[in-house]
């Protein structure tokens, strides 16, 4: 209900176009994946909250103009034109989905403006030559790649199912997965989708069940995978569950109780938070502000630094300058890592974590490296 609130009086602001600078930020806000957008926005707010701490810039405080996208990409599209359409945005932070910010990327370098996102994992988004979308975490060709590197020589999976959720994540995640499991020696016995906002997968793991898999891997978001882990459970279907970042949330657990969760594993990009110096100071501080720390929340408070950084550079609200700046970011420090972008527009920081569900809470198991560039 806040974060409602919050969004309404800053829309109401930008339709009168405020003396301030603006950062959008659009991510899913209502619905089943509100959650973890609520944590996006979290790190943006604390991250401007900060800027203005600090004397805020231009000579202007910055305030957060947030949308939500419902992880749709007609919606995504419609927040893109939004923020292009003002005047007082600099920069926006978006989307969670890669299949939001795969049309809205396109709105963005129309009209100019840097687009970051925090979380939008599909190998090929930046690989279209915009010059104005940038992305903070490791994408799926490192995710999937390490995923699958974990699977063969840690859990030792042979025989490996492989799902997704039929969205630009999921699947382009699951095909990376796949390819590297392969060339690592694993054989995958079957593939299949499932739709995002299904209830019962009952037939679909009945069906796997009797190809006695090892591992199922599932590309796609953790109200699904929540589902899956216990449907999974009741059938008496006992292979691991692997996702990628879409599964790691506490959310997972809660959906699936902790006794189905129980063994369940994601990748996640970038380092375990407990082993980043860096990040100490942030966590105490969000935590003050908004609770515990989501596995997005340092991603989106990145972004957003970054950006801020780039349009104090720049020294005056242009558009144009605001992005070459955000393309000269090189060894930004931030509480994910250091960051600087290559030539598409992706960070340089590849690094992947994978977490497994023990006693109710996700644990840190260590980095997986994926396989040496080139392969497969």
Same mark, same amino acid.
């Given at each position: 209900?806040?974060?409602?609130?919050?969004?309404?009086?800053?829309?109401?602001?930008?339709?009168?176009?405020?003396?301030?600078?603006?950062?959008?930020?659009?991510?899913? +806000?209502?619905?089943?994946?509100a959650?973890?957008?609520? !944590?996006?926005? =979290?790190? %943006?707010?604390? $991250? *401007? #909250?900060? /800027?203005?701490?600090?004397?805020?810039? +231009?000579?202007?405080?910055?305030?957060v103009?947030?949308? !939500?996208?419902? =992880?749709? %990409?007609?919606? $995504? *599209? #419609?927040? /893109?034109?939004?923020f292009v359409?003002?005047?007082?945005?600099?920069?926006?932070?978006?989307?969670?989905?890669?299949?939001?910010?795969?049309?809205?990327?396109?709105?963005? /370098?129309?009209?100019?403006?840097?687009?970051?996102?925090?979380?939008?994992?599909?190998?090929?988004?930046?690989?279209?030559?915009?010059?104005?979308?940038?992305?903070?975490? /490791?994408?799926?060709?490192?995710?999937?790649?390490?995923?699958?590197?974990?699977?063969?020589?840690?859990?030792?999976?042979?025989?490996?199912?492989?799902l997704?959720?039929?969205?630009?994540?999921?699947?382009?995640?699951?095909?990376?997965?796949?390819?590297?499991?392969?060339?690592?020696?694993?054989?995958?016995?079957?593939?299949?989708?499932?739709?995002?906002?299904?209830?019962?997968?009952?037939?679909?793991?009945t069906?796997?069940?009797?190809?006695?898999?090892?591992?199922?891997?599932?590309?796609?978001?953790?109200?699904?995978?929540?589902?899956?882990?216990?449907?999974?459970?009741?059938?008496?279907?006992?292979?691991?569950?692997?996702?990628?970042?879409?599964?790691?949330?506490?959310?997972l657990?809660?959906?699936?109780?902790?006794?189905?969760?129980?063994?369940?594993?994601?990748?996640?990009?970038?380092?375990?938070?407990?082993?980043?110096?860096?990040?100490?100071?942030?966590?105490?501080?969000?935590?003050?502000?908004?609770?515990?720390?989501?596995?997005?929340?340092p991603?989106?408070?990145?972004?957003?630094?970054?950006?801020?950084?780039?349009?104090?550079?720049a020294?005056?609200?242009?558009?144009?300058?605001v992005?070459?700046?955000?393309r000269?970011?090189?060894?930004?420090?931030?509480?994910?890592?250091?960051?600087?972008?290559?030539?598409?527009?992706?960070?340089?920081?590849?690094?992947?974590?994978?977490?497994?569900?023990?006693?109710?809470?996700?644990?840190?198991?260590?980095?997986?490296?994926?396989?040496?560039?080139?392969?497969?």
């Amino acid at each position: 209900m806040i974060t409602g609130l919050l969004t309404a009086t800053l829309l109401a602001g930008c339709n009168r176009e405020p003396d301030a600078v603006l950062i959008g930020v659009s991510c899913p +806000l209502t619905g089943d994946q509100a959650k973890i957008g609520s !944590d996006m926005l =979290h790190g %943006a707010e604390l $991250a *401007v #909250a900060e /800027a203005n701490a600090a004397g805020g810039l +231009l000579a202007k405080p910055v305030r957060v103009f947030a949308l !939500d996208d419902q =992880h749709n %990409a007609t919606q $995504a *599209v #419609a927040a /893109a034109h939004r923020f292009v359409s003002s005047k007082a945005v600099l920069g926006a932070i978006a989307h969670l989905n890669s299949a939001c910010s795969l049309p809205a990327s396109d709105i963005y /370098a129309r009209g100019g403006l840097v687009q970051v996102t925090p979380c939008s994992t599909n190998i090929g988004l930046t690989r279209r030559g915009l010059q104005t979308l940038f992305r903070m975490c /490791a994408h799926d060709g490192t995710q999937g790649s390490a995923a699958a590197v974990f699977a063969v020589r840690t859990v030792k999976a042979v025989r490996v199912f492989v799902l997704d959720d039929k969205s630009t994540y999921g699947q382009g995640l699951s095909d990376e997965f796949a390819k590297a499991a392969v060339v690592l020696g694993a054989k995958i016995i079957g593939r299949d989708s499932l739709n995002q906002g299904e209830k019962d997968f009952s037939a679909l793991l009945t069906r796997i069940r009797t190809l006695k898999p090892q591992l199922v891997f599932f590309g796609g978001m953790y109200p699904e995978a929540a589902l899956l882990a216990k449907q999974s459970r009741d059938l008496g279907l006992k292979a691991t569950l692997l996702g990628g970042d879409g599964l790691y949330d506490k959310t997972l657990i809660q959906l699936a109780g902790p006794a189905s969760a129980e063994g369940v594993c994601a990748t996640m990009v970038g380092l375990d938070m407990s082993r980043i110096r860096a990040a100490k100071s942030f966590v105490e501080a969000y935590e003050k502000r908004f609770g515990q720390v989501g596995p997005y929340s340092p991603y989106a408070y990145d972004a957003t630094r970054v950006v801020i950084e780039a349009i104090r550079r720049a020294g005056v609200a242009d558009r144009a300058k605001v992005v070459a700046e955000v393309r000269n970011t090189k060894h930004f420090k931030g509480v994910t890592g250091e960051t600087t972008f290559d030539a598409n527009g992706d960070t340089l920081n590849q690094v992947i974590s994978i977490y497994t569900v023990r006693n109710g809470v996700w644990v840190y198991r260590g980095e997986s490296k994926g396989l040496p560039a080139g392969k497969p």
